[in-house]
């Protein structure tokens, strides 16, 4: 299975063009959140048991060592549904600007 999670809190021509791209992707499930909560049961139930997740892309907006949801910063509660569906081979992405940029990031 292959996820496109986007920031649902964005608004304006960023906000629209998630929207846009997550629906010209075909065979992959879109989900839309405001918060990380809100997220991480999302992706939770989307993920069916016995099928593995094969890819995860985060779309928002992110600072060094942190990616974002509605300006705040990811949650254990997110990160554990992110453990628990993630196969070795799985592909996590958080596509936000900065989240991995310097010290904090690495």
Known sequence: MKIILY???QRGP???SWAA???VRPGWKVIV???WDEASDRVF???CPGTRLN???AWGHGQPGEPLMAGKPIDEIMLNVIYSL???DSLVWFRMCSVF???KGQ
């Open 101 to 103: 940029f310097g010290e």
């Open 7 to 9: 920031d649902a809190s």
């Open 55 to 57: 890819e995860l892309q």
């Open 86 to 88: 993630a196969v070795p």
């Open 33 to 35: 959140a405001k918060s």
């Open 45 to 47: 139930n989307a993920v």
């Open 14 to 16: 960023l906000g629209w």
């Open 21 to 23: 791209y997550s629906r």
